[in-house]
């Protein structure tokens, strides 16, 4: 078997892929906007910004497990017909984001400097850190909502409507940066502090629009607020059952991967400055992978909840060879476009030097980071195999991927390509675990 031949396949793969891809792309734009722009006043405030984001990245993955959860249930009520229990999902989702919201707020406002701390030692780093997680902290709770509607809103169907409020968070957030930042049309220049404060307006206005698309669309979810949590018990715990371990899985894979930037944090601020650089543009180089690996989720769980196993994994199979090739491709693209990625910003010939070998390091990897995306969050969590899921990635980054960073960082300090390098080792076990499962066919399990 290569690609299936149903043709329904590439139709609602497109239909939801594409929309998908943009919004991922226009989310993370936002994101290397903000770098770029906190870019231009030097290293040492580039770095604090990315301490401080590190903390909304432990935060986000939280919520992404949460909202994973909550798109794993609805693709496969959305496939059996089962609007009442979308609406239930929603609820629970929103009542578990919100309150991880609260806790991360709380711990952002009271302990920033400490927090900021633990990714590095540089006075300076701590203090701009510190300024920007203070102020960005109150876009928490908007985002915690927006990402509970997005996840069920793109396992129902509906696509377009998360790709539209991105496009604006993005065009308000752009604009907003440039004139907080430097301090244009009249107003002071804020530096790291403007771009917190454009965040948070950009997420409070992309939160207020999300609401009124949905309800003027009389979608699904459009309904009373009192009628998300109208759920029981025993529906709660069985939410709680399968989403856990997506919980556990991101928060405790977020917490390792936020090990690997405290390790270059001690190594050097010019590390830290690299890691900001490079992750932003890996998560561009990504956009197209994550609209597969939801089309996945939503396509292949549809097919379970209707009791078409053996298509679903027909589509799942066609799903890894469409990776393969993509990514082949994106490695490829990513060598030829690094130079002119890395001129947009105002670092030193070492940092260029620094995170151009890291970049061709990302090149030769992608492949297996893409393989290992698609096939965890979009393949095997579709069948609500969270538990072997949750083993597999968390088993490679704490058994393999941390273990390796300390030694080679911290004990017998390598140059920071090689430790980026050596800790990449984690995919290759990741992928023939995830490969193993995928073909044992032992992840198809219907929960509706």
């Known amino acids: 078997m290569f690609i299936t031949k149903d043709k329904n396949f590439y139709k609602d793969t497109l239909h939801i892929a594409l929309p998908l891809a943009m919004q991922f792309l226009l989310a993370n734009l936002l994101n290397l906007m903000d770098t770029i722009m906190i870019g231009k006043l030097g290293e040492l405030p580039l770095a604090g910004v990315s301490a401080g984001n590190n903390v909304f990245f432990i935060f986000n993955l939280f919520i992404f497990g949460v909202a994973s959860g909550s798109a794993i249930f609805a693709a496969q009520y959305y496939g059996s017909g089962n609007h009442n229990g979308i609406r239930q999902v929603t609820g629970m989702g929103l009542f578990c984001s919100v309150t991880f919201s609260v806790v991360f707020m709380v711990l952002a406002y009271y302990f920033a400097n400490s927090l900021i701390g633990v990714f590095s030692k540089d006075a300076a780093v701590i203090e701009y850190g510190s300024i920007y997680l203070k102020i960005v902290l109150w876009s928490y709770l908007p985002t915690a909502v927006t990402e509970i509607y997005f996840a069920v809103l793109k396992s129902s169907g509906e696509v377009k409507v998360p790709l539209y409020v991105s496009i604006a968070a993005l065009a308000v957030n752009t604009v907003l940066n440039y004139v907080l930042i430097y301090g244009k049309l009249g107003f002071p220049a804020y530096g790291v502090a403007g771009a917190a404060i454009a965040t948070v307006i950009a997420r409070v206005l992309q939160v207020g629009l999300l609401f009124l698309l949905i309800y003027n669309e009389g979608h699904i979810i459009a309904c009373k607020i009192t009628e998300l949590f109208k759920f029981t018990k025993k529906i709660f715990g069985e939410f709680i059952k399968i989403s856990y371990p997506v919980i556990l899985n991101e928060s405790m894979w977020a917490v390792g991967t936020v090990c690997y930037n ?32 939801y089309a996945a989720l939503a396509l292949i769980g549809k097919k379970i909840g209707e009791g078409k196993e053996a298509l679903a994994y027909e589509y799942a199979i066609s799903y ?6 993509f990514s082949a491709v994106l490695a490829g693209i990513i060598v030829v476009i690094s130079p002119y990625v890395l ?19 990302m090149a030769i990897y992608i492949t297996f980071k893409m393989f290992n995306f698609v096939t965890i969050v979009g393949i095997l969590r579709s069948g609500g195999d969270t538990m072997w899921a949750a083993a597999i990635d968390l088993g490679s980054v704490w058994l393999i991927g941390i273990p390796i960073a300390i030694l080679s960082g911290l004990v017998f300090k390598l140059p920071m390509h090689i430790v980026y390098a ?26 509706s």
């Open 343 to 361: 001129a947009l910003y105002n670092i030193s010939a070492d940092t260029y030097s620094m995170a151009y070998k890291v970049m061709l390091i």
């Open 320 to 325: 890894v060879w469409i990776t393969l090739i």
């Open 422 to 447: 050596l800790i990449l080792t984690e995919e290759l076990f990741k992928g023939i675990a995830s490969a193993y499962r995928l073909l044992s066919k032992k992840w198809i399990k219907s929960l």
């Open 262 to 293: 405290v390790v270059y944090g001690r190594m050097g601020t010019k590390e830290l400055a690299v890691v900001a650089i490079v992750s932003n543009a890996e998560r561009i180089f990504m956009f197209a992978f994550m609209g597969i690996g």
